[in-house]
């Protein structure tokens, strides 16, 4: 091979090849111009990144989801040893902040009887101030006593996702995400051995409940046996739907708004109806283990969750704003009455505070 010659093959030599320019410019011009779409779809303006946030608290290991009690900040994680379902800390907002909490837990939730499930969902009912918890792609929902003990709430659950699986609407009612799959989750009552042959049931989706308090109904409830609010038996389901939510969050207007792990956000009207809210940007991974909660106009904020290292707005028409990003795994978020928005950065460890509008 002469020098100077390309190689080309297994090292065998080749003639030496050259595009002409003008073709060169045709291929790299429109490649160009979607880097510069992606980069400008990254950060429209002076977007605000993690270094830009107010640190609120550290030492919180792996921030999952938050709860906001008054001027207390309540953060669900999974703990360090993985010798319990989960661990709770709570920020006193009213004090100096930032606060590092050193990894110390305010509270360590033990495993319930004969279980091994972790707790990856989080809700607070802000009347009677109870915590619901819910199991990471579990069948169950617990109670926080007010000594600590989680006591099951419901049973009879498939897999409850990990996130804002759970929320508490206006009217102090519970809405709980499950997903049927018997081939994945059979549930915790199959029915009896020798007869599933015999099951009528084959639907395979989501479910979404809404439990209203009510005193006279023996604990823990059976979902199982339970009429689901969607889909509503009989009523047609929503084109495009592809059969998985990871997130739900009740609105002011009384609508529900649920969410796909594609980003697709859906509305779910009190007549049982369903319409497409909005879409998050595609092609930035699956959302998974999100954040969603509503702002008192309407809008929702949404975490990107794993490897998706943003925080969207969506409007009430569905416009889509990035109001931060370069976040290592937000998660968890919670909204006060102040205007500010926390964040759960989990692969960080702490909790970070947006202002998205003025004090009432």
Do not use: C, K
Request: charged share 20%.
């Amino acid at each position: 091979m002469r020098r100077g010659e390309p190689a080309t093959g297994r090292g065998r030599p080749g003639p030496e090849s050259r595009l002409p320019r003008w073709l060169v410019l045709l291929i790299a011009l429109p490649i160009a111009a979607r880097l510069l779409a992606s980069a400008g779809a990254q950060a429209p303006g002076l977007l605000p990144s993690a270094a830009d946030l107010e640190v609120v608290a550290t030492g919180i290991p792996r921030p999952a989801q938050l709860v906001l009690d008054g001027q207390t900040l309540t953060v669900l994680g999974p703990g360090l040893a993985g010798d319990a379902a989960g661990e709770l800390y709570h920020v006193d907002l009213g004090g100096r902040l930032p606060v590092d909490l050193g990894m110390r837990a305010s509270a360590r939730l033990g495993f319930s009887a004969g279980r091994t499930a972790t707790l990856g969902s989080l809700a607070l009912d802000p009347a009677t101030r109870q915590l619901f918890l819910g199991e990471e792609n579990g069948t169950r929902i617990y109670r926080l006593t007010t000594d600590g003990a989680l006591t099951p709430y419901a049973t009879g659950l498939h897999r409850v996702p990990a996130g804002s699986a759970l929320a508490v609407d206006a009217e102090g009612r519970l809405l709980v995400l499950d997903y049927v799959d018997r081939t994945l989750a059979p549930g915790e009552d199959s029915g009896p051995r020798g007869l599933e042959p015999l099951r009528e049931d084959d639907y395979r989706g989501p479910l979404l409940f809404r439990l209203a308090p009510d005193p006279s109904i023996a604990l823990p409830r059976r979902l199982d046996r339970a009429i689901p609010l969607f889909p509503r038996p009989g009523g047609p389901r929503p084109a495009g739907f592809l059969g998985y939510l990871v997130a739900v969050a009740p609105l002011p207007s009384r609508e529900i708004a649920l969410m796909e792990p594609t980003g697709a956000l859906f509305r779910l009207r009190p007549d049982g109806s369903v319409s497409r809210l909005g879409r998050l940007p595609a092609g930035l991974g699956e959302y998974n283990r999100p954040g969603m909660v509503a702002a008192p106009d309407g809008s929702l904020y949404v975490s990107g969750g794993f490897h998706v290292s943003r925080v969207f707005r969506v409007s009430p028409a569905g416009a889509v704003d990035t109001v931060a990003q370069n976040l290592r795994d937000p998660e968890g978020l919670a909204l006060d009455g102040q205007g500010h928005l926390y964040i759960a950065e989990s692969s960080q460890h702490r909790i970070l505070r947006l202002r998205i509008g003025a004090p009432p």
